[in-house]
T-cell receptor, first 113, second 115 residues
Framework: NAGVMQNPRHLVRRRGQEARLRCSPMKGHSHVYWYRQLPEEGLKFMVYLQKENIIDESGMPKERFSAEFPKEGPSILRIQQVVRGDSAAYFC???????????FGPGTRLTVL | QQQVKQSPQSLIVQKGGISIINCAYENTAFDYFPWYQQFPGKGPALLIAIRPDVSEKKEGRFTISFNKSAKQFSLHIMDSQPGDSATYFCAASIYSGGSNYKLTFGKGTLLTVNP
């Protein structure tokens, strides 16, 4: 009974490169949420997706960030032209339905040099 | 604007003692208050949660106390054990509304329980 899987666990990028973070939800879950945790901060909501649909992206920065959850495959959080301020832990969570408990993955630690 | 304020930032407790972590919120529309436990290198895991229709909820050694008028809630860990050493996050969301999935987290409390 695999939980939420995220990869890579650690990602190092230089300024200006692209970062792709992947999230495979728990089996049977079709709702995915992305959160960002900056150093010394709590997790902050970024985006909520269902299969092939973005439901709420109110927490996403307007530029350089995008997310998708295709019909097949994992959810992807994409950060273009990364800057040092993007360095953070990015957590994915999934649920079976909206409003039910969110199960979190182990996170991807992104470091931008 | 920090909607959920958590304190203390860190806490050291002796084995067998009581650990108390406090949170205060600003948005009166919040009506779901979960606590998450996070071990190093892991994602947060739901520990216990409360709705504002009750003032207290207990699950084993973990108790949430809720004060709606003060807009505060707290986590009590009785008989704290070294295995409880972790970071604890309080959170809040609008359960009854259309955005009940959007958890707002506090900054976290690093709990260390000494043997």
């Amino acid at each position: 009974n695999a939980g939420v899987m995220q990869n890579p666990r650690h990602l190092v990028r230089r300024r200006g490169q692209e970062a792709r973070l992947r999230c495979s939800p728990m089996k049977g879950h079709s709702h995915v949420y992305w959160y960002r945790q900056l150093p010394e901060e709590g997790l902050k909501f970024m985006v909520y997706l269902q299969k092939e649909n973005i439901i709420d992206e109110s927490g996403m920065p307007k530029e350089r960030f995008s997310a998708e959850f295709p019909k097949e495959g994992p959810s992807i959080l994409r950060i273009q032209q990364v800057v040092r301020g993007d360095s953070a832990a990015y957590f994915c969570a999934s649920s079976a339905k909206t409003g039910l408990e969110q199960f979190f993955g182990p996170g991807t630690r992104l470091t931008v040099l | 604007q920090q909607q959920v304020k958590q304190s203390p930032q860190s806490l050291i407790v002796q084995k067998g003692g009581i650990s108390i972590i406090n949170c205060a919120y600003e948005n009166t529309a919040f009506d779901y208050f979960p606590w998450y436990q996070q071990f190093p290198g892991k994602g947060p895991a739901l520990l216990i949660a409360i709705r504002p229709d009750v003032s207290e909820k207990k699950e084993g050694r973990f108790t949430i106390s809720f004060n709606k008028s003060a807009k505060q809630f707290s986590l009590h860990i009785m008989d704290s054990q070294p295995g409880d050493s972790a970071t604890y996050f309080c959170a809040a969301s609008i359960y009854s509304g259309g955005s009940n999935y959007k958890l707002t987290f506090g900054k976290g409390t690093l709990l260390t329980v000494n043997p």
